[in-house]
């Protein structure tokens, strides 16, 4: 399996291979049926429903347009196209092939997936059912657990399961045991049970272990389906200001060459020698729409939108193409004002479904920047216009630096950070806590007294000053100062950076998802480079040979 | 480096090498002055008061000594013997010549070893006060992380550091990047200049950045220190009923061979051949001591106390010593009653200092089984006495199995299972809740039936009824169900039991202990195993020999 292709995270419905959305209503259908040649490399076939990131890229470009193109959608039903399988998890000669780095990124990515399922869930109403018709196993299961609903058929044979520790030696990829234990609350002696039985647990049992919502007699599962999802739509209505209608989520303007990537407002170059990226966002250009009517009229051309969009391919294409990018420098160039009159149209239209759609967007954008391991920093330098959304970016980095006064030669305005409403709250990471309650832990005093600077320009001494940079530099340090930290950084090991950036990000409380990103990702990680999962003779790449795997038995 | 030698957890302050335990009044002393030449395998020099599992062996003991012996102490200030250093942390060549799993069951008990400090001081009011003279790094500065107070002497040249990153390539293996940014809540921003800044931070901007909680001129540093642990200890006068003074925590008997260990009320037994270690614990044979007099006249022969320390070597001694055995299962014999009657008569004076360090210390063993990465399994057999504290490592375990009945032709009473008040609240697990609470996340009100039936002998088709127990089996399924269970443990990867168990065993709510045990330890494996750290072009392998790391970039 070569992995030299770029994977592209942009698609659309008329280009699925494996997901078909049908909606009906303020019902939809979101059915799986992967196409077995429509891997995304070769040299393994997608039997029995199982997948690989090119069928996850779809799911979550489902997701996505469910929210946005189809509004009226209240309850979304996850089913197989197939007869006799619901889904069999990742594909695991893929997984055996892949690179340590592809499976992180891989399993990172499906988390992310789930997640913004149970944001649909949670903020937009939109509830899902997985309707599990044969075998659901593993990454399969999985799925069904970012549901709400988890409805399994009782025919004598459909299961549910988590095969992966008894029969390949890895830990469920997924948030698998996370869920089993935290969100639905299985005991943990019983998940104990679950995590080992390779064939899985099925009808009575899988209810009353809580592995599943509700069992469905064969016969009527497909009304008993179509009953429960009319009544979980019906439950929640579409409410606030309209148009209630979808908006397109049109083609992104996108052009992608040698050393970086060019869209309308974001711009990512490349420097390999440096082994580092940076991501320019340009501020609005036009004045913002400011009623539900006018800002559902920019659709997709809403720059905040537009941007969340563009920032978040960006994103993706880094994480997955460019491995040896340890750096991405970000940089705004616009104005700061403008940015935070974009924002504040959305904040204050928060009950009109597609303003709101277009903040929680930002809120997964930057959390997907929160959980890109990268080392992330921030120059805030003259021109620039981080403000309200784009600070936030600034307060996602492991560091920022500041540039006090201009350049010589150079008129833009000094450099300015501008504190808005979105600062406080409706952006949380995955903690749970915003960015600024994260970043003054220890002086809950600070976070106050930047909360009375909401609005107002604060220059590089005053950020510095009120603990919102890193470091404030003068234009003669500033070169040496910048040059220095991005030379040191390139050359530290980026095994050491992965691990001490996930540790350092996210101090304070722990939610499910920090506990799958953080805690469970780590483990798997290590698993992933153990010997008796991928070594020749290990249960991965030993899957499907008939042979045993061989299992170097000391304990860690 | 050999690892063949058996690693002993037992010392006592006459044979120490590496500390000396001064006690003046309430003020004790903890002086660290490491032997070069005292490492527990060959192959390296301590050094610069750095350390290995010996030394941290001695300071455990320390800790646990002070509580019992020298319960007059009310504050300890840990400080160096060197002249020019504090502690320059783990050894580095010990780490580099150690094997993945010896290095992780290190850094697993140096943790056990910090929260062991952090205990004395939060519940038994016994303050630390790091007193940092010269370079405290590393391993010497996460040792200064777990005291209440870091006074650094503001000389010029002493600092604070946790270089291994920019230096070793592997994160801090001792809680310390969570202690700053959790316990501390150093900045994140700044806490990721600390953490790549290989020379430290010293002086006033120790003190900003909250690294130190105070700098002391070097002309007055031991008065200041003196003066500061006297005030300490003023503060925190031990109270209630006497006697106030320690008893002697004598030697433990116990005798080892081939095939396990004999302890007066442990046993271990090893099988090798099924990879699997039998401990069985006899319950009491006297009446409980039941006054505040009578207990402190038993002394370390109070079987709640003996038996705590007699698991807690047996633990310690399967870990480090046993690493292919992958199961533990935990059998018990005796009169359950008795055993809730010894429990009681602590609980019931739990404001005598005595009984309340025993009931602490059975707290940190039961979780000592906790972050055990065995695969644990009680066996609830007739003659049992699976009561209160013994109870407790029932629910301790992956999996319980509880027989109905008896065995033919075995004239032992029945299995029961016995909960008292101390399964309620006294020992809390990392994650803070109790193990009930743990185990009856999804179905509080079973916590609240299991608390009704509080001093009941409950037989196994209750106990399985109650949710108390994984399986109830009668005598005619009993054996093969426990053999096959046994059987297919031992045969799968131990990685994946180890990840598996990891994340099953803590849902709910995640403390500091948490995060340092399962996120920063999970990462800080993962990174053990890469080659950047211990390929033999690792940051790890080549420290010191001039040559620098050769790291693969790409990122993860």
Redesign the interface.
């Known amino acids: 399996m070569t992995e030299a292709k770029k994977i592209d995270f942009q698609t659309d419905p008329a280009r699925y291979r494996h997901w078909r959305i049908e909606t009906d209503g303020p019902v939809a259908n979101l059915v799986m049926d992967v196409d077995e040649a429509g891997g995304l490399f070769d040299g393994y076939e997608l039997k029995l429903n199982s997948y690989d990131l090119g069928v996850d890229i779809e799911l979550a470009d489902a997701v996505q347009r469910l929210r946005f193109e189809h509004p009226e959608v209240r309850a979304v039903v996850i089913r197989s196209g197939k007869d006799r399988v619901f889904c069999a998890g990742a594909n695991i000669r893929m997984l055996a092939g892949a690179?340590?780095?592809h499976k992180?990124?891989f399993c990172k990515f499906t988390n992310e997936t789930r997640n913004a399922i149970e944001d649909a869930s949670e903020n937009s109403g939109q509830r899902y059912i997985a309707a599990v018709k044969g075998a659901c196993a593993g990454g399969g299961y999985e799925l069904a657990l970012a549901t709400d609903h988890i409805m399994l058929t009782d025919d004598g044979s459909s299961t549910v399961a988590l095969p992966?520790?008894?029969l390949l030696?890895?830990?469920p990829g997924t948030g698998g045991?996370?869920r089993?234990?935290?969100k639905?609350?299985?005991?943990?002696?019983?998940?104990?049970?679950f995590?080992?039985v390779e064939e899985g647990i099925k009808g009575r049992r899988a209810l009353d272990w809580?592995l599943v919502d509700e069992i469905v007699p064969n016969a009527t599962f497909d009304e008993g389906v179509g009953a429960r999802a009319a009544e979980m739509a019906a439950a929640n209505p579409l409410s606030g200001p309209g148009p209630h209608t979808g908006i397109e989520l049109a083609s992104l303007e996108r052009s992608i060459d040698a050393d970086g990537v060019r869209y309308s407002t974001v711009t990512v170059a490349i420097d390999r020698d440096g082994?580092r990226a940076e991501i320019t966002i340009a501020g609005p250009t036009v004045e913002a729409a400011a009623t539900p009517e006018a800002i559902h009229a920019e659709g997709a051309a809403n720059w905040m939108l537009n941007a969340a969009r563009e920032l978040d391919d960006a994103i993706l294409h880094l994480r997955a193409n460019e491995?040896?990018?340890?750096t991405i420098v970000f940089k705004a160039q616009g104005d700061p004002e403008r940015v935070a009159t974009h924002e504040a149209a959305l904040l204050d239209n928060g009950d009109f479904w597609l303003a709101r759609e277009i903040l929680l967007y930002w809120k997964r954008v930057l959390k997907r920047i929160d959980m890109t391991?990268?080392s992330l920093v921030a120059l805030v330098e003259p021109g620039s216009c981080f403000a309200g959304p784009l600070a936030e970016i600034v307060f996602a980095?492991?560091?920022?630096m500041m540039l006090e006064g201009q350049f010589e030669g150079d008129n833009r305005p000094p450099a300015e950070l501008r504190l808005t409403p979105g600062n406080f709250g409706p952006y949380p990471m995955p903690n749970g806590l915003s960015r600024l309650e994260?970043?003054?832990?220890?002086?809950p005093e600070a976070l106050e007294v930047a909360r009375g600077r909401i609005g107002e320009a604060i220059d590089a001494e005053e950020a510095d000053v009120l603990?919102l940079v890193?470091f404030a530099y003068d234009d003669i340090d500033w070169e040496d100062e910048v040059r220095i930290f991005l030379e040191?950084?390139a050359?530290?090991?980026?095994?050491?950076?992965?691990?001490?950036?996930?540790?350092?990000?996210f101090?304070?409380?722990?939610t499910m998802e920090?506990?799958i990103f953080?805690?469970?990702t780590?483990?798997?990680?290590?698993?992933f480079?153990?010997p008796?999962?991928v070594g020749e003779e290990g249960?991965l790449k030993r899957y499907g040979t008939g042979q045993r795997?061989a299992?170097?038995?000391?304990?860690?």
């Open positions: 690179s340590h780095s992180v990124n992966e520790v008894p030696a890895v830990l045991l996370t089993v234990t935290d639905r609350k299985v005991r943990r002696d019983r998940a104990d049970v995590c080992t809580r082994r491995n040896e990018i340890g391991s990268r980095c492991d560091r920022s994260t970043r003054f832990l220890g002086e603990g890193t040191e950084r050359n530290f090991s980026p095994d050491a950076m992965t691990g001490m950036e996930a540790n350092l990000r101090p304070g409380p722990e920090t506990k953080a805690r469970l780590a483990w798997q990680n290590w698993i480079q153990r008796n999962a249960a795997a299992f170097d038995m000391t304990r860690v």
